[in-house]
């Protein structure tokens, strides 16, 4: 067993303790406590080390002036498009930064080449270097599964699909073979349709279908993401059709569902307790409250929604809405880096009223609970896996969750372990 000892704590499921003893036995957290209560045999081995001594008792180490926190959960990132890194500019509409992306993309969506798995490893450094644990990865190739499990990076793969022109669910089948190759590496996989302007009702209700029936019967889905997407599922015109137009697969039989998009997919039946919606940007106070009656848990990506030309997304209205709210980069076609306290910072600048704490319970349970991980991580708790960070603190803090959300750079965090 080791015991650690830290400034400050933050367990997540409690408040955070001031002067905190953590015992880790195995790879697991054995216990969580402050100091004057630690369990003897801890207290009396980290007393003989003094704190800050050079020279600790074996098996208890003084981690110093920093907070330790569970890892990080990123609920939605696309590693596979790191290679698009400083390469798809900001645009004003979201349609205009999709047509940059689609046009250098073409072609490559499925490629596993050194220029795409080079960054991808880049990538999951750069996870790992600022804190973050798990990972909820959308992608089309499966390129960032071996990578992923290499680097004992957790998380869901989410294998996304999607065709506007898909009259059945073939794609379903025709690809189950690829993610059972997957799953017996020892990796989550689910799936993922795309979006409502992406993904046609029929390939909607076959994911659905199948994901049901899986092991890991979690589903993620873009939505709410741009007034774009709200125009063409109110009215069947706008950019969007124009653009599915242009690249020929526009459906003369499309039927104009004439209402907001959590309004079309739960006609559909897609949304429920384990899904991640994400975005949400343009949700209004109907959206939101159906997301919370079905118990699906809404994805913010501040950064991205941005870049893309969403604009900033509600945080405040989002959190006083009751629906559980996780948080995610997205890619770094959209976005500087996947340091997912940048997004905190963010999101804690655009809703300063929304407490650091329910911040801090996003990148971490609630992430947790969405991605089905909720018994292994995002919390400081006996029985957890004990895969925690340690933030380096100035000399005077007093409040540790507001300073967690004020922006930390990688070079604060080291691993606990
Ligand atoms: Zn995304």
Redesign the pocket.
Known sequence: MITFRAAWACPIDQPPIRDAVIEVERGFIRSIAPFDSAPGASARSLAQGRPGSQLPAPGSRDLGNVVVLPGLINA?T?LELSWLRGRVPPANRFTDWVKTLVGIRRGTEQLITPEVMGPVRDAIRELRASGTVAVGD?TNSLAAVEPMLEAGLHGVVFHELLGFDERDGALVETTRERRAAVAARGARISLAPHAPYSTSVELFKAIRAEVSGSNHPILSV?LGESVEELELLQTGSGPWRGMLQTIGVWREDWEIPACGPVQFLDRHGVIDNRTLV?HGVQFDEAALDRLRELGATLVT?PR?NRWVGAGYPPIDRFYASGVPIAV?T??LASVDDLNLFSELKTMHWLAPEVPARKILESATLVGARALGLESELGSITAGKRAELIAVQLPAAVEDVEEYLVSGIAPSQVTWVH
């Open positions: 939605h696309h959308i873009h994400v990506c991205s995610g997205d890619s």
